[in-house]
């Protein structure tokens, strides 16, 4: 039989005549109804009276493993101490220098030319750009200067020495070349408008990694103000913590609260001690990921202006939708990707057409080094002039090469069904995008001024819950719950300010700045 301990006399004794009456009443068979009264009655009232008794035995005699000393009591009237968790700094955090101030078009620019990914696509468009410069100044004649001399073994006899091709033991060239070759690719400039399509593709990447870097640079940026919004409610919460803790404990002291009030904030400011930490933690993460981006050295000693506040307006859909059928950069390099592979076919069927080449030299080409010498050949004809010109063309054409011109144009072929292909997905992607980022802009605008409405509500009941706990009027529960309830709203309404910039900087992808 389990055993009940009863520190209190005066309870135990009432218990114990009430106990007594019931048992002679069923015993006598007086009324079982008058035994089931004095039981209800004891059922009902009972625990409040003896909470009552507990609540007055807390100040005199309460047990040594429930209640404290006086010496207790008087460091229990304060929170418990807290240290805090010591976060490591980089160095740069300790500098004397005062920090940079950055807003989010600065916090751009600066991620554009620091950004190893960006910085790669830029040179690609800028080394198509040359690859362009290349294809047409490959279509322009070239103009050469040569100077040789050659000289040739004697035989001792004829003048022309050893080696019959030549016409002297010493032989002076000294030629300006003129090159032009005059095959299809160049009348038909096949090089010329591919390098044009690949520069147009190089650049349009370059405005989508350009803009996507914007993206990127957005969120980390708003990502570090929420945190520091939301270490500024933290901190907010966890100074009501500690003073809610210290009311509980006042009016435990008083007798005009039971002791479970002071358990219950007690744990409540351990979770918003907690919650303060990770809070910490979450700006310092921040705080690194966005200095990565915006330092050519790592450099967290910096400062974001909070401009959540005032974020531009939604442009109408009709707006949108205009512009992003101007500026869209998906497009454009689809577009010019289809482009490039149609003039791969042009280049590959002009591959079956003849060529040809034209090589104009002038100069000297005599055993002196002079504009008049005597030929060793004909010494008889005395000095001979040596400066004229030289002209050789060859005219090509292709007979038999196994197929392999045929298999390049399939190549090509392939390659142009592909591009186009690629041109109707991005255009099916394109219209997707722009409705799901618009109606995402449009949902996280109306859920700022929803959120905003629900924030300052919380605030006001939290401080219209306090009051009333101060004055008796509602439980501890009631204010733990306000707290919890401000610490979300208040949550949800930096994260949905922070939603709706980064909807408007996706939807910016799609067609520029507005």
């Known amino acids: 039989m389990q055993k009940f301990l009863f520190t209190n006399s005066t309870a135990f004794g009432v218990l114990k005549s009430l106990y007594r009456e019931i048992g002679l009443a069923i015993q006598n068979a007086r009324s079982i109804s008058v035994a089931l009264a004095i039981l209800v009655f004891l059922i009902a009232v009972c625990p409040q009276w003896t909470v009552a008794q507990e609540t007055e035995s807390h100040a005199t005699e309460r047990p040594a493993t ?8 008087t460091v229990d009237s304060h929170a418990p101490s807290y240290a805090g968790v010591q976060f490591v700094q980089p160095s740069s ?28 696509v830029e040179t690609e468009a800028k080394i198509s750009h040359e690859d362009r410069m290349q294809a047409r100044n490959a279509m322009l004649p070239s103009v050469n200067a040569s100077t040789q001399y050659l000289n040739t073994e004697g035989n001792g006899k004829t003048p022309s020495g050893r080696f019959v091709t030549n016409d002297g033991v010493h032989v002076y060239r000294a030629w300006g070349v003129f090159h032009q070759d005059l095959s299809p690719s160049t009348y038909l400039a096949t090089n010329l408008h591919r390098a044009d399509a690949a520069e147009a593709v190089a650049s349009a990447k370059a405005e989508i990694a350009r803009r996507g870097l914007t993206v990127t ?6 990502a570090l103000v929420v945190a520091q919004r939301k270490l500024a409610t933290s901190q907010q919460t966890l100074d009501q913590g500690k003073h809610f803790y210290d009311i509980a404990q006042e009016t435990e002291r008083l007798g005009q609260a039971a002791h479970s ?48 506040n005032s974020s531009p307006a939604l442009p109408s859909f009709e707006e949108v939708q205009r512009m992003s059928g101007k500026g869209n950069p998906e497009m454009r390099a689809a577009i010019e990707s289809e482009r490039q592979a149609h003039d791969e076919v042009l280049a590959a069927k002009a591959a079956f057409l003849p060529t040809m080449s034209v090589d104009l030299d002038y100069g000297i080409e005599a055993n002196d080094f002079a504009l008049r010498s005597v030929a060793k050949a004909f010494p008889g004809e005395g000095p001979l002039p ?15 090469d196994w197929g392999t011109l045929r298999s390049k144009l399939h190549q090509t072929k392939y390659k142009e069904e592909q ?27 109306e859920a700022v001024e929803r959120a905003r409405h629900t924030s300052e509500l919380a605030a006001e009941s939290l401080r219209l819950t306090n009051l009333r706990y101060q004055g008796g009027e509602s439980t501890a529960l009631d204010a733990v719950d306000a707290q919890n309830t401000f610490i979300i709203a208040r949550g949800f309404y930096d994260d949905a300010e922070a939603r709706y910039r980064v909807a408007l900087a996706n939807l910016q992808t799609l067609m520029g700045r507005f």
């Open 66 to 73: 429930d209640a404290p000393s006086a010496k207790d009591q």
């Open 261 to 308: 009030d002071v358990i219950k904030a007690e744990i409540q400011y351990s979770q918003q001690q907690q919650a303060f930490e990770e809070a910490t933690l979450a700006l310092q993460n921040a705080r690194l990921d966005l200095a990565v981006l915006l330092f050519p050295n790592f450099n967290d000693n910096f400062t974001v202006v909070d401009d959540l």
């Open 93 to 120: 955090a300790d500098s004397a220098t005062p920090p940079v101030t950055i807003t989010l078009q600065d916090a751009i620019e600066r991620a554009r030319h620091f950004n190893a990914q960006f910085l790669a």
């Open 386 to 400: 040596n400066l004229g010109y030289f002209l050789t063309a060859s005219f090509t054409v292709p007979v038999w």
């Open 217 to 222: 640079v957005t969120k980390l940026y708003y």
């Open 419 to 445: 591009a186009h292909a690629e041109l109707s997905q991005v255009q099916r992607e394109m219209l997707s995008n722009l409705y799901s980022f618009y109606n995402e802009a449009a949902v996280a605008r």
